[in-house]
């Protein structure tokens, strides 16, 4: 599925295009299951990064090895796989990917295509926000906003089985999702003061805050985080951020990093029965159209997954 042009979701339209040629360290992968994220419509809206009419959009792939590069050496054909492809290549909203071998992982065997594809790009941002920036710990206490999404749902299982107190805000609807996730605490962000929630209950702060939503929150948080506390967004904070007499707060914008040793963390949690991707409904990928509609309306929960071929 190819972008005609920069616009809405039906400048998404199918092709037949050429394969790029096989490098010596790139595997040749038959995508059978993608999944769409956020910054799907961004780039497809935008045009940002230099995406726009040709370019094949889709950062998940799902799918089986069909060729291996003439050094690859960990990767045979009809290897299960899962990874993120590269921003600025071709991407995933296609029966085939080329990518090199050094971001892909082994698929964990319990998943079914749909569920590895909902992995790759929100576990790992998840994961590197809050291990690699945050380094969140064994009995801390972590904030987490956007709690239930695409990210923030693996996020709050994977601070919860970090072992931290986790406080999940998200709408109504979601709230008992947030507590099947591990959350200790959920804070409904429509009904309740969430920053008189999180200071009544921590009025000496919480250690970590995870912006997984944008909009206000990292400002909003920012009286909520106990001094020498991390705050994490992984959305592009826009405007001023005042600071005001909060000493010694870090703050990180944290942005995905595709890496095989990550991927490989997060299979073994899940092939341990510890951490599952939530998918809220399904596409196939000729209705990609209908995925980016659905995401856009911005409502749901987990992920929308994309299956490819028969
Ligand atoms: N930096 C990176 O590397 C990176 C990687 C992945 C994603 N991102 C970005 O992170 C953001 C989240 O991605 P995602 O896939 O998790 O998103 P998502 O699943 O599409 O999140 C949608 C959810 O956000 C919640 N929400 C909507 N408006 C909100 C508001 N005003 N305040 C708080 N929550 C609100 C809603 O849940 P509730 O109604 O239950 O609150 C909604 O269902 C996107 O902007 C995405 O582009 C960045």
Redesign the pocket.
Known sequence: MILTANGGPENLQMRDIPLPPLGANQLLVRVLATSV???DA?LRKTGAFGYGSGSVLGFDVAGKVEKVGVAVTDFHPADDVYYSPAFGLPGSYAEFNIVDAAIVAKKPPELSWIEAAAVP??AM?AYGALFDRANVRLGQTVLI??S?????SFATQLAHRAGAYVMAV??GP?MALARSLGADRVID?QAEDVIAVVKQEHPDGVDVVLD????D?IARCMEVVRPMGQMVT??NPSGELALGYRKNITLHY???SRSRVTLDRLTALINRNLLKPVINKVYRLEEIADAHRC?EQ????GKIGVSVGS
């Open positions: 994220n956020p910054v961004k790009l929100a941002t906003i956007n239930t999404g695409g990210v923030g998200c709408s979601n962000r997984c939503a944008g909009f929150w992984i959305v944290s942005f995905l995401l911005g409502d749901g929960f």
